[in-house]
């Protein structure tokens, strides 16, 4: 079955530290992998999207990074600021299917950054 | 901002009645979602349409309806809400080509009790 499972579910961090977010897959064919940011009460928000052939990619102090072979990624965030608190949901995408209607969610980690 | 609206933002209703959530675009983009977010779960596909008045299910389409009868309009209809379907329930819009992300709507909270 194509599962995406998140860890960790929540996470809590001083201001100014490192984090990462791990997320694991069982999607095959695979696509691609997005991770989206949602902050509490909005709509989740692209921050990057991975394919197959690609291992990182920044967006400003989020890197994400895909390890195609064992089906891992994360997400890296640097000197966290406290507008970074918010849920991260990882996104996959199967090869197959001409719409974005079979995209699979992880259920989300819950990153909460503190003064 | 993909121009995204969603109506109502909060809504309460009793088991048994009717309700419709609407999503709007202010611009012509073909596909359109309907997502529920729940906790314990990730975000669950109910329908999606691929332009005026074609539609299709997705994973959790029982007891809901969709209608888009112009291409700004995607509209979710709940025939007789369950306590079940108290969730939230967020719109999606592909803006680009398949691989684009998703835009999001701010979501429309629905309480049955």
Wanted: charged share 20%.
């Amino acid at each position: 079955k194509n599962q995406v499972e998140q860890s960790p579910q929540s996470l809590i961090i001083l201001e100014g530290k490192n984090c990462t977010l791990q997320c694991n897959y069982t999607v095959s064919p695979f696509s691609n992998l997005r991770w989206y940011k949602q902050d509490t009460g909005r709509g989740p928000v692209s921050l990057t999207i991975m394919t197959f052939s690609e291992n990182t990619k920044s967006n400003g102090r989020y890197t994400a990074t895909l390890d195609a072979d064992t089906k891992q990624s994360s997400l890296h965030i640097t000197a966290s600021q406290l507008s970074d608190s918010a849920s991260y949901i990882c996104v996959v995408r199967p090869n197959y299917g001409g719409s974005q209607g079979n995209l699979i969610f992880g259920k989300g980690t819950k990153l909460s950054v503190k003064p | 901002d993909a121009g995204i609206t969603q109506s109502p933002r909060h809504k309460v209703t009793e088991t048994g009645t009717p309700v419709t959530l609407r999503c709007h675009q202010t611009e012509n983009h073909r596909y359109m979602y309907w997502y529920r977010q729940d906790p314990g779960h990730g975000l669950r596909l109910i329908h999606y349409s691929y332009g005026v008045k074609d539609t299709d299910k997705g994973e959790v389409s029982d007891g809901y309806s969709v209608s888009r009868s112009k291409t700004e309009d995607f509209l979710l209809t709940l025939e007789s809400a369950t306590s079940s379907q108290t969730s939230v329930y967020f719109c999606a819009i592909n803006t680009g080509p398949i691989n684009s992300p998703l835009h999001f709507g701010n979501g429309t909270r629905l309480t049955v009790t």
